[in-house]
């Protein structure tokens, strides 16, 4: 017995004894933090930083999901505001080139009082590489006949060829069988259109039997002359906007570039002679 309080374990367990009392009195009376809770605190505090530190990026994370979803949605509203805005802007455009159409149609009108005027549709355009002529929807039924004159609200269009019950073929100015007296009023020279194969496809027709001696400028308006029975007076061709000198060196011509953009024709009307004026025409 008196071996074990001389032998090393005894003085081992009196120094662990007299720690942990050491520790008691220190929390007793000093209400701070224990050694081992420091030690403890020590050992994980790094991992408490990094949990911290997981915690903030997750957060985080579902902040920026969170904010993405809040400029998507703005995002697609903005979309929605300017699709709007476009749609309106290009209602107003269609409104405002209709009205512009139907004041110079009202202006056609009050100068060819003696022709009703059937508005119609384009059907169908011809894919034949010689000629140029497409189908409105409308024909017999509404009083069109062959050789009515189409025009539309910018100028002249062409004639009908072909007519039925409710549609009719119209061929047009840049045909290369369609010949236009024309007039400009800018020199009073008075010439004729015709259409041609080389220009057809660009849209455009040819001012010809013009001497070199007559003055022509680009820029002139060409107009209808009224000659030859078909077409009425005054009805706007197109205008001039090259002047070339013919293979004999002795005349010239122009390149006309007509009032109607047949690439987008939509819209056309037909003038009919109204039944009394063919009736005083006659007698």
């Not at 802007?89 to 009202?106: F, G, I, P, V």
């Not at 007296?181 to 660009?202: H, Q, R």
Request: charge should be negative.
């Amino acid at each position: 017995m008196r071996e074990f309080f001389r032998g090393k374990f005894f003085v081992v367990l009196i120094i662990v004894l007299a720690f942990l009392l050491g520790f008691a009195v220190n929390a007793v009376f000093d209400g701070g933090v224990t050694p081992p809770e420091n030690i403890i605190g020590t050992v994980f505090s790094p991992f408490q930083g990094v949990v911290a530190s997981v915690k903030n990026s997750v957060s985080e994370f579902f902040e920026t999901f969170s904010e993405y979803d809040t400029l998507q949605a703005e995002n697609e509203t903005l979309k929605a505001e300017n699709l709007e805005l476009e749609t309106r802007l290009a209602e107003s455009y269609h409104l405002e080139k209709e009205n512009e159409d139907l004041r110079n149609l009202l202006d056609l009108t009050e100068s060819l009082p003696e022709y009703n005027k059937t508005e119609a549709l384009v059907v169908s355009v011809s894919d034949d590489k010689i000629s140029s002529s497409f189908t409105i929807n409308r024909g017999t039924f509404s009083g069109i006949s062959e050789k009515d004159v189409v025009v539309a609200a910018d100028g002249l269009v062409g004639y009908v060829k072909e007519v039925g019950f409710n549609w009719a073929t119209v061929v047009t100015i840049l045909d290369p069988q369609v010949a236009v007296g024309a007039y400009l009023p800018d020199t009073e020279l008075v010439a004729m259109t015709e259409g041609n194969m080389d220009l057809k496809g660009e849209g455009l027709c040819r001012l010809s039997y013009v001497e070199n001696t007559s003055l022509i400028n680009r820029g002139d308006l060409v107009v209808t002359s009224g000659l030859g029975g078909l077409y009425p007076e005054g009805i706007a061709i197109g205008t001039i906007s090259e002047i070339m000198i013919g293979d004999n060196g002795l005349s010239q011509y122009g390149i006309i570039t007509p009032s109607v953009d047949f690439s987008s024709l939509r819209r056309v009307f037909v003038l009919s002679l109204a039944s009394d004026s063919s009736e005083e025409g006659g007698e």
